[in-house]
C-alpha cells in the first residue's frame, strides 16, 4: 500500500490482501512477470493430430472447420519443418483417403515419395 | 473503480490512531493489525472525522489537500480493502472460534495444595478462595501426575513442543515428585519425538543447593512469588506466625540466579494497596537481587478487602508503569533486554497482531491438574468442584469444557465489542472475573480504563521500535500457541 506501511504479522497478511485485490483491477498480463526463458521445444505435427494442408469439399478453404490461416500458423509456430505434409491439392490428393478422423487413423497418414 | 464504488458513502472503521516519536500509527481492529502512516492517511481521518462523506467528495476532498488525482482514488480503495474506512454499516466480523479439539499444549501440575506461607492474599487461601480441598488430598501422587504427561502427550497431537509447569500450594513442598514427573515426562516426549519443557512458580522458601542443581540441570524455568524490598515483601508475604519470608529467601534467590544459568529466572510481583512502588519494587528485584525478568499484577480481590488496590493506587501504578516502559523503549533502541516482562509479554501479542477469542488459554491450551486429578481451567480454578472440568482418569468432560468457553468468548461480552482494547484483553482472566462478578464469563470492567492506557503505552513503543529499531521485535516473532 502506498500510504501506510505494515509493522507487525498481522499487518503483512491484510498488505499483501489489499495489494492482491487492488491490482486484480488493472490489466494483469501487463503486469505479470515475464515468464523465464525456456529452450524452444517443437511440439511437432504428430502430437497435435493437424492434417495440415487442408482444403474443404469444394477444393477450396472457404469451408474448413479451422481457418486455413491456423494451419500456416502451425507450420510456423509448433514445427521445425518448413513443409510438414504433402501437397494436399495437386501432388497427393489421395493422402487422407483412409483417414477419416485424424486422432483415430493417423497412423495411415503415409510418407509420399515424390 | 467500478460503479458500486462512486456511489459509495464513507465513514470511519474501527481503528485505534496513536503517535511514537514523531510517526503516526494506526492499530485496526478487530484485525489488531499495526501500520505506519503518513499525512495522506491523516488526511482522509480529518476528512471523515465526525461525518460520512460520498466517494466523489472525499476525492475531491483529498485532492484539495494535496494528494494527486490518481493517487486518490487508488488510496480510497486501498483503505476500503484494509477496513480503514468503511461503507455501510459497521458490524463486526465475528472472531474465529477455536476448534472443538484444539490441542492441548500447556498442563499446569497443582504438586500439591499445602503451603509453608500465609500470604494473606492467597487466591488459594484468602477469603476469596474458589478451592473446595476439604476431603481431597493434599499431595499428588505418581500414579496421577504419571497419567497427567500421559493425558496431555495424548491431547497435544500434533504439537511439536509441550509445556510442564509445577504449582501448588508451595511446589518445592512435593519437590520428590516433581523430580519424578521431569524424568518420566522427558522420556516419554523423547520417545514420541516430542519437545517438552518445564516451569514452576515457588515462592522460593525451600531452595536448597541440591535443588538449584536439579532445576538448573534439567533447564526448568522459575518464578519467584516476591514484592519487592523486605519492608514491602513482608506486609503481607508471611508465614503461619507472621514473620516476613524476606530474609528466608532473599539469600536463596540470589543464589538460585547465580547457579542457574539455563534459563531466564523471573519474579512476579503481586501489588497489594501498601505495595504500589513500582519503579522502587523492580529496581530492587532486577538491580539488588539480580532477575532477569519482573512482572507485575494488581491482586485479585473482590473490592472490598483491604489489601485491594483502589482507583487513585492503580492511577499510581501506572504511572510508575509508564516511567519503567520509557525505560524499557530507551532500553529496546540500544537492542538491549530491560527485564519489564508486562510490556515483552504485551510487545510479543502486537507483533503477531492477535485476535482473540478468549483472554488466554485455560480451558483451550492450558488445564490445571490438581493434587486429586481433577482438571481444572487453569491452576487459579484447582480443586474447585464448581470449576472442575473432569478428572485425568475419564478426561475432559467436554460439555462443562464447552459451557466454560462459550461464556469466556468475546462475543458474548457485549460490553467489550466496542473496546479497541478487545483483540489484545478479550474481557480479561476469567478468575479475576468470578471473583469480582460471580461469572467466568464476565468482563473485567473494573479495570477497562488501565488496560486501554496500559495498550496504548505497548502500542506506542511497539510503533517506536518498528520505526527505529525493527531487529529488537524479531525475538517475538515465533508464536508460543503455534509451536
Known sequence: MRHMRPLNKKAARIDNYVVSRTTDEDVVALQSPPAPQRPHVPMACSLMFTPGWEVDAAGGTAGLCQPVERDIYDCFVSCYWPAQVPDHLNNAPDWTSKCASATKDWRNLDLVFP | ?483
Not at chain 2, 501500520?35 to 491523516?42: K, M, S
Not at chain 2, 490518481?70 to 476500503?80: G, I, N, R, S, W
Not at chain 2, 472490598?304 to 524499557?328: C, P, R, S, W
Not at chain 2, 487459579?380 to 478428572?391: C, M, T
Request: aromatic share 8%; proline share 4%.
Open chain 2, 1 to 483: 473503480m467500478t460503479a458500486t464504488a462512486e456511489a459509495a458513502v464513507y465513514r470511519l472503521g474501527e481503528f485505534h490512531s496513536f503517535d511514537a516519536r514523531g510517526e503516526r500509527f494506526l492499530y485496526l481492529v478487530p484485525a489488531g493489525a499495526i501500520f505506519q502512516v503518513d499525512e495522506a492517511v491523516g488526511a482522509l481521518i480529518d476528512c471523515l472525522s465526525g461525518s460520512e462523506s460520498p466517494h466523489d467528495q472525499l476525492i475531491e476532498n483529498l485532492i484539495s489537500r494535496g494528494l494527486e488525482a490518481d493517487d486518490a482514488k487508488q488510496f480510497v480503495t486501498e483503505m476500503v480493502h484494509a477496513n480503514v474506512i468503511v461503507t455501510g454499516r459497521n458490524v463486526p466480523e465475528p472472531v474465529q472460534t477455536p476448534p472443538a479439539d484444539f490441542p492441548l499444549q500447556t498442563l499446569v501440575l497443582n504438586l500439591t495444595n499445602q503451603c509453608n506461607l500465609s500470604c494473606q492474599y492467597c487466591y488459594e487461601f484468602g477469603a476469596d478462595k474458589v478451592a473446595t480441598p476439604e476431603g481431597k488430598p493434599k499431595f499428588m501422587d505418581f500414579e496421577t501426575a504419571k497419567a497427567s504427561v500421559d493425558f496431555l502427550l495424548q491431547q497435544s497431537a500434533g504439537r511439536r513442543s509441550i509445556h510442564v509447569t509445577f504449582f501448588g500450594g508451595e511446589t518445592l513442598m512435593n519437590f520428590p515428585l516433581l523430580k519424578q514427573v521431569v524424568t518420566y515426562a522427558s522420556q516419554q516426549a523423547a520417545d514420541n519425538g516430542r519437545h517438552i519443557d518445564f516451569s514452576l512458580t515457588t515462592n522460593a522458601t525451600l531452595l536448597t543447593p541440591t535443588i538449584i542443581e536439579f532445576l538448573s540441570a534439567n533447564r526448568i524455568g522459575v518464578t519467584v512469588s516476591m514484592d519487592g524490598t523486605k519492608e514491602m515483601h513482608d506486609k503481607l508475604r508471611v508465614f503461619a506466625n507472621g514473620r516476613g519470608s524476606y530474609d528466608i529467601i532473599a539469600p536463596k534467590v540470589r543464589e538460585l540466579i547465580q547457579n542457574h544459568r539455563t534459563r531466564p529466572i523471573a519474579a512476579r510481583v503481586t501489588l497489594t494497596s501498601g505495595v504500589t512502588d513500582v519503579v522502587k519494587i523492580f529496581r530492587h528485584l532486577k538491580q539488588d537481587l539480580g532477575f532477569h525478568e519482573v512482572g507485575f499484577a494488581p491482586v485479585t480481590t473482590s473490592p472490598n478487602q483491604l489489601y485491594a488496590i483502589n482507583q487513585t493506587g492503580m492511577n499510581g501504578v501506572l504511572e510508575q508503569f509508564h516511567v519503567l516502559a520509557d525505560e524499557y523503549l530507551e532500553f529496546a533502541l540500544r537492542g538491549e533486554a530491560h527485564g519489564f516482562s508486562n510490556v515483552s509479554d504485551t510487545l510479543a501479542e502486537l507483533c503477531q497482531g492477535v485476535n482473540k477469542s478468549h483472554p488466554c488459554g485455560a480451558g483451550l491450551g492450558l488445564l490445571g491438574v490438581g493434587p486429586s486429578g481433577d482438571i481444572a481451567p487453569c491452576h487459579r480454578f484447582v480443586d474447585s468442584d464448581v470449576h472442575a472440568l473432569g478428572h485425568i482418569s475419564t478426561g475432559i468432560n467436554r460439555e462443562k469444557q464447552a459451557d466454560f468457553l462459550k461464556r469466556g468468548h468475546i462475543d458474548s461480552k457485549y460490553d467489550c465489542h466496542t473496546c479497541w482494547a478487545r483483540p489484545l484483553c478479550a474481557g480479561g482472566c476469567h478468575h479475576e472475573a468470578f471473583v469480582r462478578y460471580g461469572d467466568t464469563g464476565h468482563p473485567n470492567l473494573h479495570y477497562c480504563d488501565w488496560i486501554r492506557d496500559w495498550t496504548n503505552t505497548c502500542l506506542e513503543i511497539y510503533g517506536a521500535i518498528a520505526a527505529r529499531n525493527p531487529g529488537f521485535l524479531e525475538q517475538f516473532a515465533e508464536r508460543k500457541a503455534s509451536s
